[in-house]
């Protein structure tokens, strides 16, 4: 039996800024995660955004190619460009970093290791054959969308879209990130985001056409490659993965605190997530050594309140933005192409009511 004040479980970008702002609180904490390398395999475009940028200024070798804008590409053929500072990533660095910082705190982070139940205030951590029984005050679920501390809180499953994604070699010098609308591609959108000389080309879709996405990818990478925009159509790597989609869910019960994906902390319609997911993270960390070292969970109300005020608002704006975008795929190019105008982030009237 091992006992800590704080047990965050995930250690991706919620999960490591939790554990960091927690040892700063003072806190013992443990931090365990499924995966045996930080930020690997890559489960997501690799874009960070300028504020995130900042809080990693003297990291090496995280950013791969700094962009400043995004082009929209609608299915009608309209693009429009849109300032977008930020840079795509090493995202296995960018998690290493972020997970180190914690560690340089205090933390104690155990890798290759998933929790798995949660019995009279006993969490089981199994790692590599082994099962660790951990009795922490304060549980921080930032294990993903699949969250299994999701499940202890009784929450039901985040709605997602699932990712594939290809690393291919450009055909031409790209500056800016991608993204293209098609009624071929229902309920998501594909990416192309430079990495200098390759980028990372994907496509998100909703569930009932999983069957299909990797026909829809490689359809979508053809196209591409027609246009000369890249060079091989051949994959130098494969990835993938779900995108919550359905909205910020309920951050607290008892003990327990989620962050990041594992709480609905994605943006709905873009699928960003990790500037969400620090800043997330770093207020649950704040609140759980808080109530850890006051021995009472009630301060994590203040960390449920924060997101109420901070995130929740845009949040659901943005499930409301893509419930109204649903019924108009494969409805014609034409009408799709006005309700984007009005569901995407490129266009003012997103941010109309």
Request: glycine share 12%; net charge positive; hydrophobic share 45%.
């Amino acid at each position: 039996m091992r006992r800590c004040d704080v047990l965050v479980v995930g250690a991706g970008p919620a999960g490591s800024s939790a554990a960091l702002a927690a040892a700063k609180g003072g806190a013992r904490v443990l931090m365990v995660d499924r995966k045996k390398e930080a930020g690997v395999p890559v489960q997501c475009a690799e874009f960070i955004p300028i504020p995130v940028l900042q809080r990693c200024s003297e990291a090496s070798g995280i950013i791969c190619q700094s962009v400043t804008t995004m082009r929209t590409h609608l299915p009608d053929g309209e693009v429009v460009s849109m300032r977008s500072k930020g840079a795509i990533c090493n995202r296995g660095r960018f998690d290493a970093y972020l997970a180190g910082r914690a560690v340089d705190a205090g933390a104690e982070v155990i890798r290759g290791a998933s929790a798995f139940r949660l019995t009279n205030g006993v969490v089981l951590v199994n790692g590599g054959g082994v099962v660790w029984e951990i009795r922490p005050a304060v549980i921080v679920g930032a294990d993903g969308p699949s969250s299994v501390v999701r499940q202890w809180m009784q929450l039901r499953r985040n709605d997602c879209v699932r990712g594939r994604q290809y690393l291919l070699p450009l055909g031409c010098k790209l500056e800016t990130t991608e993204i293209y609308f098609h009624n071929q591609i229902p309920g998501g959108y594909g990416w192309l985001f430079p990495k200098g000389e390759v980028a990372n080309v994907g496509i998100g879709v909703e569930p009932r056409y999983e069957k299909s996405s990797l026909s829809i990818l490689k359809n979508f990478v053809n196209e591409l490659h027609g246009n000369k925009i890249l060079k091989d159509v051949k994959p130098l790597a494969v990835t993938g993965g779900l995108i919550p989609v359905g909205g910020p869910a309920k951050v607290w019960r008892g003990n327990i605190v989620l962050a990041g994906d594992a709480a609905g902390h994605c943006h709905p319609v873009s699928g960003a997530g990790i500037a969400n997911a620090i800043f997330a993270g770093e207020l649950a960390g704040e609140a759980a050594a808080l109530a850890a070292g006051r021995h009472d969970v009630s301060f994590l109300a203040e960390y449920q309140e924060a997101c109420r005020l901070f995130l929740d608002g845009s949040l659901k704006r943005a499930a409301g933005k893509r419930e109204f975008l649903a019924p108009f795929w494969g409805k014609g190019a034409k009408r799709l192409s006005a309700a984007l105008k009005k569901s995407w982030i490129a266009f003012e009237d997103y941010y109309q009511d």
